[in-house]
């Protein structure tokens, strides 16, 4: 059957490439932002908080996205050594880090030639996140790309460069959707502290709790569940939620360099690994360095539009 063509749309057209990481979508923008003003990621940030905020609501929220949408601005960035520099965004805002969108943009930088010459059997590309610099090394052969580890920021206890709750509840997989959000808003409306992050303010609020399964002795599968900021439920085991447990399991004395640890999401049973490769320090903390490796997928490729007689082209948001 074939199908008449549509009229032109007018008004702007965004278009996108959608892929997921263990589950958990991300969003990329390929065109149709105008320019993002600012001279380092950070001020980057800023600017569309304050300036373009509505596109993020375009493209997260209903109809065209849902609640638990992710989504990844490609933008410049000011250091020499990155390949490129990004802003992430969800359903409240803007974070400063998101492993399960580094692993995608490791294989989605190779394929859509962000990288001129990549190499094989790895690839390493630079990501500049709000947080700080992101080394991805994404597997290449054959013009194929496949699994991507990347190392951290440094990471600390008692906060994180994305500050995490991490609570031992002993769950069993797949708790219903709702204990998730329950379990989250009483966290978030009951924990109160002063955060402080030694390189920058725009650094230091609490990112996510994260409900585990407790097995902090054993190197078996984990059980990991994340409800984060805006009360989303993570699909992945969360790049930056096992950085944050690999942290806290080193600072412990519970593993050493180079031991290697599995996460599991209770959400979808997709699996994450992480260890820690490399002590450091950030401000007076100690610190270590955290290697996650996961897959990331392609699902599609879209234009979105916004019908200049469409009340609701904006975005709402339903749960
Ligand atoms: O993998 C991660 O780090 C992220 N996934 C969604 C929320 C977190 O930033």
């Known amino acids: 059957m074939e199908f008449p063509k549509l009229p032109l749309h007018s008004g702007s057209v965004l278009s996108v490439v959608d892929m997921h990481t263990g589950g958990e979508q991300l969003r990329i923008i390929l065109s149709g932002y105008p320019e993002v003003k600012g001279d380092t990621i950070l001020a980057k940030r800023r600017y569309v908080r304050e300036h373009l905020d509505h596109l993020r609501k375009v493209l997260m929220f209903e109809p065209r996205g849902h609640y638990d949408m992710y989504g990844a601005l490609l933008v410049r960035s000011e250091l020499a050594e990155a390949d490129l520099g990004v802003l992430f965004m969800h359903n409240e805002g803007y974070s400063t880090m998101c492993g399960h969108a580094v692993i995608a943009l490791g294989r989605f930088a190779v394929d859509y030639g962000l990288i001129k010459t990549p190499t094989s059997p790895e690839t390493q590309i630079n990501i500049h996140c709000p947080c700080g610099l992101v080394k991805a090394f994404t597997q290449y052969s054959n013009g ?3 699994a ?3 190392h951290s920021v440094p990471a600390f206890v008692v906060s994180l460069w994305n500050i995490y709750y991490i609570f031992k509840l002993f769950l069993m997989n797949h708790l219903p959707y709702l204990f998730y959000i329950y379990f989250y808003n009483i966290i978030f409306n009951n924990v109160v502290c002063t955060l402080y992050h030694p390189v920058s303010e725009d650094l230091a609020f609490l990112y996510g709790t994260i409900l585990t ?5 054993c190197s078996s599968v984990y059980v990991t569940e994340v409800c984060y900021m805006g009360c989303q439920v993570d699909r992945s085991p ?3 939620g096992v950085t944050a447990r690999i942290a806290l399991q080193y600072h412990k004395g519970l593993i050493g360099l180079n031991q290697t640890r599995s996460f599991k999401s209770g959400a979808t049973g997709s699996v994450f690994t992480g260890k820690a490769i490399e002590e450091t320090t ?3 903390f100690r610190a270590v360095v955290v290697e996650v490796t996961g897959h990331a997928h392609y699902s599609g490729v879209a234009s979105f539009i916004q019908e200049s007689d469409d009340p609701q082209s904006g975005g709402f948001l339903l749960r």
């Open 144 to 146: 194929k790309t496949g």
């Open 148 to 150: 991507v580890r990347f």
């Open 213 to 217: 399964d407790g097995l902090v002795f």
């Open 238 to 240: 969360t790049g930056s």
């Open 282 to 284: 950030c401000g007076d």
